[in-house]
């Protein structure tokens, strides 16, 4: 695959042997971000997990101390009372069974995440066909079902991402932008780590977490040490 000069300038200073502390993989992933725009900097992990048992799959949710960078839209599925109240937090969109032909039919997905109240699954799960492969179905587990609807649209709205397990049994999450400080980077690669760690399967036999590469949207991966976390 033919790389661009920026693309190639950049991995001359990355060792794919090497397995980097975190901060120093940060630092590097920073300088390789050489974009016209703010690169988002991911996070990808490797687990020993085998997500074709229910016990094993991972799944969850985690307030970035410094956020994304990036403004997330929420959609909430609530009624009367619990809709004012998701208005009144800010949420981008709120409706009921009103929605329902304009996702199915229209095909409208102007959200990044949708969150419900119990007593509107009924309704959100005639879209599941829809929102389950794009990842975006309402989930206990990741705090998008509940009738705090306050709370959920505040910790979306303030940098919640949702983790999952994808079909190879790797994470993918992004922990900010190109434009962030290396210490905010640092601190929110930090809390997706203490909630990864702590989701470990108990069923889980031999090693958890196999490999971390930190990556910038159009730059080379760099390996970091899990040692750290494994203990």
């Known amino acids: 695959m033919k790389r661009g000069k920026k693309y190639v ?12 502390e975190a901060t120093d993989a940060i ?9 016209k725009f703010d690169e988002t900097i991911e996070a990808h992990i490797r687990t020993g997990c085998d997500g074709r048992h229910a016990e094993q799959q991972i799944r969850g ?10 403004k997330v839209r929420v959609l909430v599925f609530a009624k009367g009372a619990k809709a004012d109240e998701a208005e009144a937090a800010g949420a981008d969109f709120v409706g009921g ?10 095909n409208w997905f102007d959200f990044d995440v949708v969150v419900a109240t119990p007593d509107m699954m009924g309704v959100v799960g005639r879209l599941g066909r829809v929102l389950g492969p794009k990842g975006l179905m309402p989930n206990p587990k990741a705090g998008t079902v509940t009738m705090d609807v306050t709370k959920a649209v ?13 079909k190879t049994n790797i994470i993918h999450v992004p922990i900010g932008k190109a434009s962030f400080t290396e210490e905010q980077l640092s601190d929110n690669f930090q809390a997706i780590m203490d909630a990864i760690v702590k989701a470990k399967p108990s069923s889980l036999k031999g090693q958890y977490l196999k490999s971390v590469v930190l990556t910038a949207t159009m730059g080379p991966g760099v390996k970091v040490s899990t040692a750290k976390y494994v203990g």
């Open 27 to 35: 630092a590097l992933v920073k300088q390789s971000a050489v974009a």
């Open 97 to 106: 069974e009103e929605l329902i032909p304009k996702i199915q039919n229209d």
């Open 61 to 70: 949710a985690v307030v970035l101390p410094h956020g994304t960078g990036k």
């Open 9 to 20: 300038e950049a991995a001359k200073k990355i060792d794919r042997q090497t397995l980097y």
């Open 154 to 166: 505040n910790d979306i709205k303030a940098g919640k991402i949702e983790y999952r397990l994808d």
